[in-house]
């Protein structure tokens, strides 16, 4: 179901329907990381204008199509300057996500152990991505945080997920690399 209409999308919904039809998640990342790439950088797809407009307070979250058929969702996300998550996961969601427009600092983290609410994290890295860059997250390994490290440029991604993207837990740094877990419901910003 499109939630928007804009110049490509029956192009878009295609290949994305096309690269879900694989038999394994891991063949199911990859072919829809691969066809983003390729769908960014031939520019073959507009996103809608209300994408590139930035929310002052967070980072704008605005559903652009689900499908009936797979289940799979299809988020654009803006980020306005300096605007970021905390680390969080996908709920035991895949997830693939492409860098629009902009460059996007994504840093990935291993869950080390945790204790109740309490959870250890250990940084293995952060990349800095730009226009037709995508990657992906595969549960266990699903601990990241994105921020937009420009002072004045919006960035914009766009993220395919398994299944509506309605909660996620999110952690709040204590002392050292632990980290105490909540649950966050998350919204969708109007689309217009």
């Known amino acids: 179901m499109l939630a928007l209409e804009f110049p490509g999308c029956r ?11 694989h038999a394994s998640t891991t063949e199911i990342t990859d072919a829809l990381r691969n066809t ?16 590139y407009e930035a929310h002052p307070e967070h980072y704008a979250r605005r559903e652009l199509y689900r499908s009936e058929k797979h289940g799979y969702c299809v988020t654009a996300m803006t980020w306005g300057p300096g605007q ?3 680390i969080h996961d996908h709920s035991g969601m895949w997830c693939v996500e492409g860098v ?5 600092e994504i840093t990935q983290f291993e869950l080390l152990e945790h204790e109740q609410r309490r959870y250890r994290f250990n940084s293995v890295g952060a990349i800095q991505a730009g226009p037709g860059s995508a990657g992906s997250l ?4 699903e601990y990241h945080s994105i921020r937009n490290p420009s ?4 960035a914009v991604s ?5 299944g509506p993207m309605t909660q996620c837990a999110v952690f709040a740094p204590l002392e050292g690399q632990w980290f105490e877990r909540g649950d966050r419901a998350l919204s969708l910003d109007q689309l217009h």
């Open 100 to 104: 629009w427009r902009g460059a996007l």
């Open 84 to 86: 970021g998550t905390p």
């Open 36 to 51: 983003l790439c390729r769908l960014i950088r031939t520019q073959e797809v507009e996103l809608p204008a209300c994408v």
């Open 138 to 141: 595969i549960p266990p390994h």
């Open 11 to 21: 192009t878009l919904v295609d290949a994305l329907d096309d690269a879900v039809n």
């Open 151 to 154: 002072d004045d440029a919006i």
């Open 158 to 162: 766009l993220h395919i997920y398994s």
